[in-house]
């Protein structure tokens, strides 16, 4: 996503737990999608709350990547920024970093689309427009 079309959309704070970690003694890699799977399902829960939004439409992810930086261990707090790029007919592009307590220096970072789809048919459909209005809303604040 390009750095100079993206905004702060939601910020989590997410506690480590010892069970994220492997037998190396580092949270798995597979935590770090975890990570960013909250803070994506929190923000939109944010959007548009989930008995309002979720009936016929819901959200899949088209693509998703992870670039990890440094080990993250037990104990600590995952900070995950979510940043949101600008959505498309259909999908919606996010980005995130991933901070450990007060270090300002990421540890992984990362990337999803976002599509929103037809629940009963299982198709790609137009972001709703209550959940476009909101995207644009927070996009001019």
Not at 41 to 62: E, H, Q
Not at 83 to 95: A, E, H, K, L, N
Request: proline share 6%; charged share 25%; net charge positive.
């Amino acid at each position: 996503m390009n750095q100079d079309h993206r905004r702060l959309g939601f910020i989590a704070r997410i506690p480590i737990r010892w069970g994220d970690m492997d037998s190396m003694g580092h949270v798995n890699n597979t935590v770090y999608f975890r990570y960013m799977e909250q803070t994506r399902i929190s923000w939109f829960d944010s959007l548009l709350p989930r008995g309002k939004a979720w009936g016929s439409t819901g959200i899949v992810i088209a693509s998703a990547t992870c670039n990890y930086r440094r080990a993250m261990t037990y104990p600590g707090t995952v900070e995950v920024r979510l940043y949101v790029g600008t959505p498309g007919g259909s999908s919606i592009p996010t980005s995130y970093e991933m901070r450990v307590d007060d270090d300002p220096k990421p540890y992984a970072d990362g990337s999803a689309v976002v599509v929103c789809i037809d629940i009963a048919r299982n198709k790609a459909v137009r972001i709703p427009e209550a959940l476009r209005a909101r995207l644009m809303a927070e996009a001019t604040s």
